[in-house]
């Protein structure tokens, strides 16, 4: 595989599969402690990457991942904010 490739590759919070980011949708904690799904994928903060699947989506909420991922414990809110743009995404 090229390295191009490679860095282009993030792992899913639900199903741990690596995959290319651009399938993937991006969730943020910005150094304010905010926590958002960065649609653009460029913005500055820790990152934290689901699969666009509800399936993945379950699997992450099952067990925490975006929370692990971006270590900060409130707001389970964000994984209504992902659902929702996954099903606009599959419609
Ligand atoms: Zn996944």
């Known amino acids: 595989m090229q390295g191009a490739n490679l860095r282009g590759l993030r792992r899913c919070a639900g199903c741990g599969v690596l995959?290319?980011?651009?399938?993937m949708i991006r969730v943020i904690?910005?150094?304010e402690g905010?926590?958002?799904v960065d649609e653009t994928q460029k913005?500055?903060?820790r990152g934290s990457y689901i699969c666009?699947?509800?399936d993945c989506l379950e699997a992450?909420?099952?067990r925490r991942g975006?929370?692990?991922?971006l270590r900060y414990s409130a707001d389970p809110e964000i994984y209504e904010q992902?659902?929702?743009i996954i099903e606009a995404a599959n419609e």
């Open 19 to 23: 995959k290319n980011k651009s399938e």
């Open 52 to 54: 666009k699947s509800l």
């Open 60 to 62: 992450a909420a099952k």
């Open 34 to 36: 905010e926590v958002m």
């Open 82 to 84: 992902v659902r929702r």
């Open 43 to 45: 913005k500055n903060g």
């Open 29 to 31: 904690r910005t150094k």
């Open 66 to 69: 975006l929370q692990r991922d």
